[in-house]
Nanobody
Framework: VQLQASGGGLVQAGGSLRLSCAAS????????MGWYRQAPGKERELVAT???????NYADSVRGRFTISSDNAKNTVYLQMNSLKLEDTAVYYC???????????WGQGTLVTVSS
């Protein structure tokens, strides 16, 4: 499984960005996809997850501002980020979770920088 993330960039506080994560390879084994983020000097934090059946889950810090969605035809997961805050600045990593085999796949990070 390969994951290709894109969409990061520089945005002012209050603005919006959309991240994309395109999956390829043996994607039939993927049961959930989502995003982690890691800010400088902080631990990696789970941001949002979407399962194969469409269930979603969010970190409290982003709930109501971020929306995760998927386009199964394109094997792509999106993270729409609205009302961005300075504290959303981080490298965002796309991930895919497989149960057979049990494994987490990672995409490359994409940097989101929110400026005042």
């Amino acid at each position: 499984v390969q994951l290709q993330a894109s969409g990061g960039g520089l945005v002012q506080a209050g603005g919006s960005l959309r991240l994309s994560c395109a999956a390829s390879g043996s994607i039939f084994s993927i049961n959930a996809m989502g995003w982690y983020r890691q800010a400088p000097g902080k631990e990696r934090e789970l941001v949002a997850t979407i399962t194969k059946d469409g269930s979603t889950n969010y970190a409290d810090s982003v709930r109501g501002r971020f929306t995760i969605s998927s386009d199964n035809a394109k094997n792509t997961v999106y993270l729409q980020m609205n009302s961005l805050k300075l504290e959303d600045t981080a490298v965002y990593y796309c991930y895919g979770f497989s149960t057979a085999p049990s494994k987490i796949y990672w995409g490359q990070g994409t940097l989101v920088t929110v400026s005042s």
